[in-house]
């Protein structure tokens, strides 16, 4: 079964660090673009990041420039979300997904080209 899985979630005080993993199982990260989501209660869910894994090609929402960084390991089949100076405007569900035929930037807004989803891990910044 094509599956996804998050972790590194957690409660953090503001100005932290907390790094989250998405591993992928059945299929190969290096043909796909990872995206990372996040949902707030009450929000719609947002772009944060994503990764063409081939290559390494990322972009990033202005929220979260300078502060969060994805990385890929296709070797582990994991991509990574370092989260540095966390605020608590970042607490919400994160989730990875993935998709192969997203294009360029629109791996950050166009949720529809993602076909695998993970269940979601909690970040929650304190104040």
């Known amino acids: 079964e094509v599956q996804l899985v998050e972790s590194g979630g957690g409660l953090v005080q503001a100005g932290g660090s907390l790094r989250l993993s998405c591993a992928a199982s059945e299929f190969k990260f290096d043909d796909y673009v990872i995206g990372w989501f996040r949902q707030a209660p009450g929000n719609e869910r947002e772009g944060v990041s994503c990764i063409r894994s081939r290559d390494g090609i990322s972009y990033y929402d202005d929220s979260v420039k300078g502060r969060f960084t994805i990385s890929a390991d296709n070797a582990k089949n994991t991509v990574y979300l370092q989260m540095n100076n966390l605020k608590p405007k970042d607490t919400a569900v994160y989730y990875c997904?993935?998709?192969?035929?997203?294009?360029?930037?629109?791996?950050?807004?166009?949720?529809?080209?993602?076909?695998?989803w993970g269940q979601g891990t909690q970040v929650t910044v304190s104040s």
């Open positions: 997904a993935a998709s192969s035929t997203v294009y360029g930037s629109s791996c950050l807004y166009d949720v529809g080209p993602y076909d695998v």
